[in-house]
Every structure is written in structure tokens, then in C-alpha cells.
């Protein structure tokens, strides 16, 4: 074999350097490929002439790795080194860069970045590989089977050159229709452990750019003066004390009257203006109930007849089924407010170009959302609108609100001044957790009645709390029945074999903002689910794996066997049921986003000391791994964010004001509340699901599970330090 590094050969490349061979897919989801920067549709994948490849990535990165997971799936299928490929953001067109997930949004959410990108990655990759491979075969006069492309590398036995040699070739040839996948067995990269992130370096080193580090010249910082309670309104201010601040430039009420923005040369200026602006505010239609008040009204939702029967149960013969049973449970469960406090503050900056373009920077979630927002609110084409997608620096949902709240907030504060200075807006962690969205409060009530073998016989549960989805964009395609399905995910559509199982759901009135929360509703529907099953286990005599064995043993039945298959793998793994001296463990097995996640949490200590957290065992079947060390990661980020939260945080309100500020009172879980995590990834052959939220409904339930054989009692109201558990 020889190296075409030849003169000839060089020349031909460097003739080369302009082109640029790009590969997509259009609206109707066909492959399609053009010569040139420019095309009629947004690509996947482009090649420049010196053989530079780039993915085009269309979910935003905010440490969950489609920015590493999405180039691998191309460098797979065209023969690439990790090294070979970088990667861009795409730009805003759901035409093309929607969520499959979402209809016609572009967004990230629902862990949904690789389930929904994988096959339209890889198609884009292995066409690219076909076109290349034809156009050498052109070059050479050889069968294009013969030739194959690795490490970058076009071969045959005799031939060899890099890909930049036929990338000006290849780029005037159609896109293959159905271009051959590889076959699992030839995967080099996808599942590989040894596969690293490619932003590791850039966030390690400080050269990642993440949206708060954005200086624009001449850009002015804008910060927002609110209202102590949700709805109210700004009537009137006075800056005389603000101009007092160096830096200060103006304030001005917004538009809507939502607050009062304050300009500034910097942040800390901005912030210290704002401290001193005095604003009157017409609180007449704002909220004033407490967070006692809410409560109150949910849990008397509890006690009438739920609004919808989600699943059509015959409620009467379910309530017999369980009356007639031989042990019957009932427990009622609260879950609170609940903040997303991402590390990195909310901010966004938004310039008008010289063309009268509307240009917004930002770790954009849903970049969709403002896009349609800004058309309205600066009266402009959308092909006027640019979205500069930005790193971000954590979400867990809270940048991807249906109404696009701090990008039109941004607008807003935009709009209103003369447009000839780029604005960035900043929202402080005080801002964002006195005055954003939250998790909704739920309560939940659950009647399980057992026959005298330890089977379950009837499951009535209710729900009652704030829909998130409803009044939405989302509200057609997530509203079925008038049931908010995320209000009831793993409940309703549980995989347990559960005869006689009644729900019923009962929207509250509004309380505040909500939004959802990493893992949506599953972060209270899997805490009641597996905290009733260990008490059923317990009440039927029977080990919980076994337990909840029994009630997963349909071997056809692809949820139940998978379930059943993470869940004896947790228990192997964790050596469950020979804890160490003086320690106890708790299980809980969930399915959510497509995959099932079970985890064995490990304590010791008592309620009188202080609980320890020791160690976390998990199992999870995401599918196929693309990248495995991502997918533990997940995994362990997801765990700590359950715990945490169910450990001692909550958002109250007083008066309709809510009563914590920043860290100190909503205080994110520490580095040594965990002794150890150990992830265990189950191999599969299935496409990949989800992995950025199924590793946080079972936690909190495992730990709950594991508490209760330290005091003997359940922890049906969070977070646990208000039911009266102290941490070590």
C-alpha cells in the first residue's frame, strides 16, 4: 500500500481547499448534500477542503455531552478518529433542527439529545462515507467495496490518502438515499470507554465560553427590579439614589410592567443601582397565599373525588378489590416547591447588526421559543432572528420555559432603549430563586390492598398538584383527556403487574410559575411507587427484590423484563442484603425517558447522630451506551441531584414571597454527602433512551427505603431534615 502524499497528489488537495462537501437531512427527512458553505437545507456534518470535519450539533450542551455524544456517532460512520472531529452548535431552524421528541421545536430536553439524534447522526455520517468512498473509487478505477476509510484514511491494499483528497469530488455527488449503517460489531468509538468528552479540555483550562462570559464592546448589563410576590405590577420609580452609583446608566419599567430594569457599565454596578431603586408596585392581583395555604389544598384535592380517571379504571371494583384484601396500606405523601439553582446564573445578551438583525447569545435550551417570541416582539422576519447557541453551565429544565421567559425578559429590557448597545442580562441566584419557576408541590394517596399469598390485589392512588404543561405550547401534545401527563408519568404507566390499579389525578389551583424539574414528574411518582412497594414487601413478608420480582415476571413483556433485569443487577452488585456491620441498605427500581435506572442506597448511623450516606450502588439499561463514562456521569449527577433535594431542600412562601435567597437556604448537595457511587451499565442492542434524568427517580426512594429500616418509619413528607432526619 502506498500513501498518496504525493506532489500530484498535494496539489490536487490544496486545489481542493475551498470546497466543502455538506450533508444533511431536509424537511421531509430525506439525505441531501451540497458543494458550498451554503445550502438549501441545514446539514449535520461538513468537510472543507483541507479535510477539517465538523459536526453540526443541534442540542445545546450543559454538561450532559451531545457536544462529544452526536460528532462520535459521525466519526463512526465515516471512519474517524475522536481527534478528527470538532463540532459546532446549529444555528435556530427547527425546520430541519427540531426534536423529534418535540414536533417543530428545536430543544433540548426530556434526555431526549442522542435518543433523537441517533439515526439522523449516523445517516449523515455514513453518507459522507459512501460519497467519499465513490469518489475515490472514481479517482482510483477500483470497486468501491474494495476501499474503506479508517482513522481518516481512504484505502484500499494498494491505495491511500486522506479524505481531503476527495472531498471536492465527493461533494458533487447526491446524497446517497439509504447509506449502510455500520453493523454493531464494527463500532470502534460508540460504546468505547475509553472515548473522552472533547469540552473537558476547554472547561478544565477556562477557554470554554459559556454565555455569562460573553463581553460584548460596548454592551451595557441589565438586571431586573421585581416584585416580592408573583403579580405584581410596577407603577412608578425613583433613580435619584441609583445615579449615586458609578456605572449606573438608567432604569425604566419594562414594558409589561413585570419590574423595573436597571443599566449599567457592569454587573456590580447594575446590582448596586438596583439595590437602591425605590419602585411602588400595584400588588393588588398578586399572590399572597403561603406555602401552608398550598398545601392545605392539596392534600384536601386528596380527599374528593379526583378530576380524571387517567387510566379508566372501574374505581368501584378497584376500591372493593382492595377493601376485600387481606392486608390493606394507606399512606398519604407531600412533596414541596422545589428550585432547579443551575451554577451558572441565568443571563443572555441580545445586539441589533447593523442590518437591523436581531442577534441573541445564549445557552438557549429551546432556541425555538425566543426565536418565535423575538419575531413578534421587534416585528421581524424570522430569517432576521440569529441564535448564537452558548455553553451552559447547568439547567435541570430551567432554561427551557415554554414562554422563553429571560430571553423576551431580555427583549424587553432591549427594546425599549435605543438598540445602539448590545444588552446582557443577568439574573443573579437570588433572582432566580426567589422569583423563577419551580418543581410544582404534589401530594399523592395510595390505598394498596394485598391477598393472603403477599400478591397485590387493587392500587388506588391520586394525585393532586399543579399541572406544568397546561396553558403551554406543549398543552396539545403532552394534554390528553385534560391529563397533564407529566403530572402522572410512572405512575399511570407503570411497568409493575398491578391488577385493579385506579389513578386519578386532580389539578390544583395555581400556586406560582412551575416548570419542570429534572425528571419531571417522575421525581414524585417513583418516590410513592417504590416507597408503597417496600411497604407492601414488607407487610407480605417478602425480601423487596423479591418482591418486586414477583410483580416483573413477564418474560414478554420488554418493560417488566428489563426492569427486573437492572433491579438483579443493583442487588448483585451492591451484595444486597449482606451490608456491612452497621449498615443498612434501601432499593428502588424506576423507569423513565426510555430507560430503567434501579440503585441500592447504603447508610449508617441512626436519627439521633446523624444519617451517613455510604454508598450508591446503580444499575442502568439506557440502550446502547454510546459513550459509557457520560453515561456514568449521568447517572452519578442525577443521583446526587435526588438526594440532595430530598435530603433538606424546599422553596416556602410567606405572604406569596418566597422565603430563601441563594445557597445558604437552599443549600445543593456536597461533595462529602456521598461516601461512593458505583454505576453499572447493562449491555444492549437497543436504540439509546435517556440518561440525563432516569438516574434521579429512584434515589430518593432508595434512601426513604433505607431510613425507614433505621427508625422503623416512612418519610412520606420532604425534605427528609423537616421530617425530622439529621445528616452526617
Not at 392486608?327 to 447593523?354: G, R, S, W
Not at 414524585?524 to 411507587?529: D, G, I, K, L, S
Not at 454510546?626 to 442525577?638: L, S
Request: glycine share 10%.
Amino acid at each position: 500500500m502506498t500513501l498518496n502524499s504525493s506532489r500530484r497528489s498535494f496539489l490536487k488537495g490544496a486545489a481542493a481547499a475551498g470546497a466543502v462537501l455538506v450533508v444533511g437531512l431536509r424537511n421531509d427527512g430525506a439525505l441531501a448534500a451540497a458543494s458550498g458553505e451554503t445550502a438549501s437545507f441545514n446539514p449535520f456534518v461538513k468537510i472543507d477542503g483541507e479535510g477539517n470535519v465538523t459536526a453540526i450539533v443541534k442540542h445545546f450542551e450543559k454538561g450532559q455531552g451531545p457536544a462529544t455524544g452526536l460528532p462520535t456517532l459521525i466519526a463512526e460512520e465515516i471512519g474517524l478518529r475522536m481527534d478528527q472531529i470538532d463540532y459546532e452548535f446549529a444555528p435556530s431552524d427547527p425546520g430541519v433542527y427540531n426534536n423529534l421528541a418535540f414536533g417543530q421545536f428545536q430543544g433540548t430536553g426530556g434526555s431526549t439529545a442522542m435518543a433523537n439524534s441517533w439515526m439522523q447522526y449516523r445517516q449523515a455520517g455514513a453518507a459522507v462515507r459512501e460519497m467519499l468512498i465513490s469518489a475515490a473509487a472514481s479517482e482510483w478505477r477500483v470497486d468501491p467495496a474494495d476501499i474503506k476509510i479508517e482513522e481518516g484514511i481512504v484505502k484500499t491494499d494498494a491505495n491511500a490518502a486522506p479524505i481531503a483528497a476527495f472531498v471536492s469530488s465527493a461533494a458533487l455527488l447526491d446524497a446517497p438515499a439509504e447509506p449502510r449503517l455500520k453493523d454493531p460489531s464494527e463500532f470502534q468509538l460508540i460504546g468505547n470507554e475509553t472515548v473522552r468528552r472533547k469540552d473537558s479540555a476547554i472547561k478544565g483550562n477556562g477557554q470554554a465560553m459559556y454565555a455569562m462570559d460573553l463581553h460584548l464592546p460596548n454592551q451595557m448589563v441589565a438586571v431586573i427590579k421585581r416584585p416580592e410576590s408573583r403579580g405584581g405590577l410596577a407603577v412608578s420609580f425613583d433613580d435619584t439614589a441609583s445615579k449615586g452609583v458609578k456605572g449606573f446608566v438608567n432604569a425604566t419599567i419594562l414594558p409589561n410592567k413585570a419590574g423595573v430594569a436597571v443599566y449599567a457599565e457592569n454587573t456590580w454596578a447594575a446590582i448596586q443601582a438596583r439595590e437602591m431603586l425605590d419602585v411602588k408596585w400595584d400588588m393588588s392581583a398578586a399572590e399572597t397565599r403561603s406555602s401552608d395555604d398550598i398545601k392545605a389544598e392539596i392534600m384536601a384535592a386528596l380527599d374528593a373525588e379526583p378530576t380524571y380517571n387517567v387510566n379508566k379504571a372501574d374505581r368501584a371494583a378497584v376500591s372493593a378489590a382492595i377493601d376485600g384484601a387481606s392486608t390493606v396500606l394507606e399512606k398519604t405523601f407531600y412533596f414541596p416547591l422545589l428550585a432547579h439553582a443551575p451554577m451558572e446564573p441565568l443571563n443572555c445578551t441580545i445586539e441589533q447588526t447593523a442590518e437591523g438583525n436581531i442577534v441573541l447569545h445564549d445557552g438557549c435550551q429551546i432556541p425555538t421559543g425566543p426565536h418565535m417570541a423575538y419575531q413578534e416582539i421587534f416585528n421581524l422576519p424570522a430569517d432576521k432572528i440569529q441564535i448564537n447557541t452558548m455553553l451552559a453551565g447547568g439547567s435541570f429544565g430551567r432554561r427551557a420555559t415554554p414562554d422563553a421567559d429571560y430571553q423576551v425578559e431580555a427583549a424587553l429590557a432591549f427594546v425599549v432603549t435605543d438598540r445602539s448597545r448590545p444588552v446582557k442580562l443577568i439574573w443573579t441566584r437570588e433572582d432566580d430563586i426567589r422569583s423563577g419557576y419551580y418543581r410544582p408541590a404534589f401530594g399523592h394517596k395510595v390505598r394498596v390492598g394485598l391477598n393472603d399469598v403477599g400478591k397485590i390485589v387493587g392500587w388506588q392512588h391520586q394525585i393532586a398538584g399543579q399541572s406544568i404543561i397546561k396553558g403551554t405550547a406543549f398543552e396539545s401534545m403532552m394534554v390528553h383527556d385534560g391529563v397533564d401527563h407529566s403530572s402522572v408519568e410512572g405512575v399511570a404507566d407503570s411497568p409493575y403487574d398491578i391488577p385493579g390499579m385506579a389513578v386519578g389525578l386532580t389539578d390544583t389551583p395555581k400556586a406560582t410559575s412551575v416548570l419542570w424539574w429534572r425528571s419531571v414528574g417522575h421525581t414524585h411518582t417513583a418516590y410513592v411507587m417504590e416507597v408503597m412497594m417496600d411497604l407492601a414487601a414488607k407487610a407480605a413478608g417478602t425480601d423487596p427484590v423479591a418482591f418486586r420480582l414477583a410483580h416483573l415476571a413477564d418474560d414478554t413483556n420488554a418493560d417488566q423484563s428489563r426492569k427486573a433485569d437492572v433491579l438483579k443487577l443493583v442487588a448483585e452488585k451492591a451484595g444486597w442484603g449482606n451490608a456491612p456491620e452497621g449498615r443498612v441498605q434501601g432499593i428502588a427500581v424506576h423507569k423513565s425517558f426510555g430507560s430503567y435506572a434501579a440503585q441500592v442506597v447504603e447508610v449508617s448511623g441512626d436519627l439521633s447522630s446523624g444519617i451517613k450516606i455510604e454508598k450508591v450502588t446503580c444499575a442502568v439499561d439506557c440502550g446502547i451506551a454510546v459513550n459509557p463514562d457520560i453515561v456514568k456521569a449521568q447517572m452519578e449527577g442525577g443521583i446526587g441531584y435526588g438526594l440532595g433535594h430530598a435530603m433538606r431542600d424546599q422553596i416556602t412562601l410567606t405572604g406569596g414571597a418566597v422565603d430563601q435567597f441563594n445557597f445558604p437556604d437552599y443549600e445543593p448537595l456536597r461533595i462529602g454527602d456521598i461516601g461512593r457511587i458505583d454505576v453499572h451499565i447493562v449491555p444492549s442492542a437497543e436504540a439509546p433512551t435517556g440518561v440525563g434524568e432516569p438516574g434521579t427517580p429512584p434515589a430518593a426512594p432508595a434512601l426513604a427505603n433505607a431510613l425507614a429500616k433505621v427508625s422503623g418509619e416512612l418519610v412520606t413528607t420532604l425534605p427528609m431534615a423537616e421530617y425530622g432526619v439529621a445528616f452526617a
